[in-house]
């Protein structure tokens, strides 16, 4: 039976690690665990949809995402504080199904040992002192893992065109408009340097054409820098999309782009300042700003040399040419955001009263974000 949509609130943090004391008391297996004790830890989108989708109770349900949350091989920077906590809720096989007053002395070993003879922190000191911290930190993750749960959740019914929260699918918009800025940024850099690769080899093309796509193009790479900087800032800089392995091949892109042209940290946040412009970002701002500064010529004079090291033959690009690199990231985030939006784009296009997003917005949308790579570029400008 599928599950209902997820709900746009859930309980805090708070509510939650008060309730994680009785998954302490008790152990962290299903049988153990008293409902009544959890209204909000069983609530939760992430442990009561799996739970109605797979007929398990919400009590397994909740041992499920704790082991999953505490498995020892999380990318986690909390991997100590997982480690106690697995020890201390019997996640650890060294402590399941043990009673809680073992589970503590063994969590309170492993944070605090004892130390050639002296002993570590009595267990007392660490039950009152030191297990709620554990349990607060806990619900945080839990917390955030629910996020992540209710977004892709929603992501799977905006897929299937089934009804889903609107503040969520909203959510989705705002990150696609975020994903489609670098879209456009990165489509403008692949034109250009595509283009570039070709004239070069005319002797008709003067040189000043010539000069003035190797700006453009770096116009396109510090807009990309700025906006790569602000979905950083502003959401995190987390690459959530309805498939895992493709967002992990955007974040994997994203690194690339930024690994790959020839600019220090430094560099970068020189173009991202000097491609910020109010109120109105234009590229003849930016122009003009590579010629006043030093800064602006050395990084100028180090794009073209790094324009020039590429000496592929256009019909078999080298493997290891960093422009090449560069032209391929481009190209495979752009392939793979518009596989992603599209799956999605008709839940907001939809038959009217059903949408929530007008089909204006969206053409909004993809009008301010989505130029055609001809338009994109800039020539007529400055
Ligand atoms: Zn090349």
């Not at 970002?281 to 006043?292: A, I, S, T, V, Y």
């Amino acid at each position: 039976m599928p599950a209902p949509p997820p709900s746009e609130t859930v309980s805090g943090a708070s509510a939650l690690a008060r309730e994680l004391r009785h998954v302490v008391n008790q152990g962290a297996w299903a049988s153990a665990l008293d409902p009544v004790e959890l209204p909000c830890l069983l609530a939760l989108p992430c442990v009561a949809g799996p739970a109605q989708e797979s007929g398990v109770t919400a009590q397994a349900q909740l041992v499920i995402v704790l082991r999953h949350l505490l498995k020892p091989d999380q990318p986690e920077q909390n991997e100590g504080a997982n480690r106690a906590l697995a020890l201390l809720l019997g996640v650890a096989a060294t402590t399941k199904g043990f009673a809680s007053v073992v589970r503590r002395e063994r969590t309170r070993e492993y944070l605090y040992p004892d130390d050639h003879g002296h002993p570590g922190m009595e267990l007392d000191t660490f039950n009152r002192r030191h297990v709620q911290p554990l349990l607060d930190l806990l619900a945080d993750e839990l917390v955030e893992y629910d996020a992540l749960y209710r977004m892709r959740s929603t992501y799977e019914r905006l897929a299937a065109k089934l009804p889903a929260s609107p503040a969520l699918a909203v959510m989705w918009l705002d990150r696609f408009q975020y994903y489609y800025r670098m879209w456009s940024d990165l489509s403008g850099l692949e034109n250009d340097l595509a283009v570039y690769l070709r004239a070069r080899r005319d002797p008709q093309v003067a040189d000043s054409r010539l000069e003035r796509r190797r700006r453009t193009s770096l116009w396109f790479l510090a807009r990309f820098f700025l906006h790569l900087d602000q979905f950083m800032d502003q959401r995190g800089g987390l690459w959530l999309l309805g498939d895992e392995e493709q967002a992990q091949l955007v974040a994997d892109s994203t690194y690339f782009l930024r690994f790959h042209p020839p600019v220090t940290e430094q560099d970068a946040s020189w173009l991202s300042f000097a491609a910020l412009e109010r109120p109105v970002p234009g590229f003849h701002l930016f122009n003009r700003k590579l010629d006043e500064d030093d800064m602006g010529r050395l990084i100028l004079a180090r794009w073209q040399a790094w324009l020039e090291a590429c000496k592929c033959d256009v019909q078999a690009p080298g493997e290891d040419c960093e422009l090449h690199i560069v032209l391929r990231h481009c190209g495979r985030y752009i392939e793979i955001i518009d596989v992603e939006w599209n799956r999605i784009v008709e839940w907001f296009t939809g038959p009217p009263g059903e949408s929530v997003i007008t089909p204006e917005q969206v053409a909004e949308m993809n009008q301010r974000w989505r130029l055609p790579a001809e338009d994109a570029t800039v020539e007529h400008q400055g």
